[in-house]
């Protein structure tokens, strides 16, 4: 038998990803029909006292994550904040980084996560909302004070990764910020947004490194101030971003996800180096075109055999969305359904998928030549991806794999895909930048050795 505390604590463990019906289903592959929701709410209540047998135990550890192969013998150190569901965190888990600090605030986002990545207890810290560690949502915080939480609440890290949100700035008056001691430059500058708790975690940290990654429009948003503040921010911070000066339909710091898997997926990925480290010299994601594939996968790879019928479109939502896209073309416009066959590349998968599905929908055998009510149209009409067909096409899962952990509803899977990242992407991204990350490293250890000894 497991003792009782140690049964106690790995249930608990599990049900920060799966709930209570899920784990009595998992735990009655052992031990059949000796499992409910109720039994296992009681014991969290302690109102009953249940042991898990040897293989009952076993069994549930097999729900929690293993740790990397390199964790024990891990090259570097790096923090993942905006983690979403942790696409970036496999792309740098896989060059041998250790993650020790994670911040999201989602809590589906979360289950996902934490069912899929390890959380090792001595040296990972787990965080929701990142304004808890920049107390920037806190008036009467000096900037001393915060860079102060900051540093006891943030573990050491050489890199930072940080998919944050894409927000409009609006500078805040100085005046205020002066006279709680505050400085000009980013601090002013980014205020009230959330790449300034990033840039407060940098300035406070000083990591080696960063990657941040945002939506190709974030060159574009608010007629370009957006972007100009932040690369602004990034230089007075001390590090030299990567193509800083690239623009154009010629930006390497804009990836295709297509290059990597049958999706149209443009990111903009920021790459910094701190400056005084000098790691940079030659260093550009053009390079990422080396490590493209030379066998991507189809999206006919990627389908599942014998998807459910529910994600078939319904015949009334199939109705609408074609219509919907006729009358479209009649003004000339561009909106409409995104129909595509197991040889094309997918349009973007959006965090909006689970609505309609219109971006992408499989087709069955749909005719043009034919009336839409046609009864072989009907019969064939299109359907949605599954959410594992949506891992696979962000590459959390190769062609016909299932290992990525989905312990969420369907709508909020498609929400999850849909807001992360193509893990190839990253992966390459971070292949690239590990030599510099490991020197960036050995660098940075000597200055500190020569601080200590002054």
Same mark, same amino acid.
């Given at each position: ?75 570097? @150190? ?79 890290? @050489? ?29 002013? @500058? ?265």
């Amino acid at each position: 038998m497991a003792p009782d505390n140690d049964g106690l604590t790995l249930l608990k463990q599990t049900l920060e990803s799966y709930d209570q019906k899920y784990i009595a289903g998992y735990l009655n592959e052992i031990s059949p029909e000796s499992w409910n929701r109720e039994k296992i709410n009681r014991w969290l209540s302690g109102k009953a006292s249940p042991r898990l047998s040897y293989a009952e135990y076993v069994h549930l550890l097999g729900l929690m994550p293993k740790a990397p192969s390199t964790h024990q013998k891990h090259d570097f @150190d790096f923090v993942d904040l905006f983690a979403g569901i942790g696409g970036i965190r496999k792309g740098f888990e896989g060059i041998g980084g250790r993650c020790v600090f994670t911040s999201e605030w989602n809590p589906y986002s979360v289950r996902t996560y934490k069912a899929n990545h390890y959380s090792d207890p001595e040296h990972h810290v787990f965080n929701d909302d990142i304004r808890k560690v920049t107390l920037s949502e806190q008036e009467d915080v000096t900037e001393d004070e915060a860079y102060r939480h900051i540093d006891n609440a943030v573990p050491d890290h @050489d890199v930072l990764l940080a998919g944050f949100p894409c927000q409009p700035f609006s500078i805040a008056g100085v005046s205020k910020k002066n006279s709680l001691g505050r400085k000009h430059g980013f601090e002013c @500058d980014t205020q009230g947004t959330l790449f300034f708790d990033v840039a407060r975690i940098i300035a406070a940290k000083r990591p080696a490194a960063f990657v941040l990654e945002n939506v190709k429009n974030l060159k574009s948003h608010d007629k370009g101030k957006t972007f100009r503040v932040i690369m602004d921010a990034l230089d007075e911070l001390g590090y030299w971003v990567a193509d800083a000066e690239q623009a154009g339909r010629k930006d390497y710091k804009v990836i295709d996800g297509r290059h990597f898997v049958p999706q149209h997926r443009e990111r903009i990925v920021l790459v910094g180096f701190r400056k005084d480290l000098n790691v940079h010299d030659g260093f550009t994601l053009k390079d990422v075109d080396q490590l493209y594939p030379k066998h991507k996968p189809t999206l006919g790879d990627i389908l599942e055999k014998n998807p459910d019928p529910a994600y078939i479109l319904t015949p009334h939502l199939w109705q609408y969305l074609f219509n919907y896209a006729l009358k479209h073309k009649a003004k000339g416009n561009g909106f409409g359904y995104g129909l595509v066959k197991a040889t094309d590349v997918a349009r973007t998968l959006s965090a909006r998928y689970h609505k309609d599905g219109s971006e992408i929908l499989i087709d069955r055998g749909f005719d043009p030549d034919l009336d839409l009510h046609n009864k072989q149209n009907m019969e064939n009409r299109p359907r949605r991806l599954t959410p594992r067909e949506c891992a696979r096409l962000m590459g959390y899962d190769g062609p016909g794999e299932s290992d990525f952990r989905i312990p969420v509803s369907d709508t909020q899977a498609y929400r999850q895909f849909g807001n992360s990242v193509v893990v190839q992407v990253f992966a390459a991204v971070a292949t690239l930048m590990k030599s510099r990350i490991i020197e960036a490293r050995r660098l940075d250890a000597a200055v500190q050795k020569r601080k200590l000894a002054a």
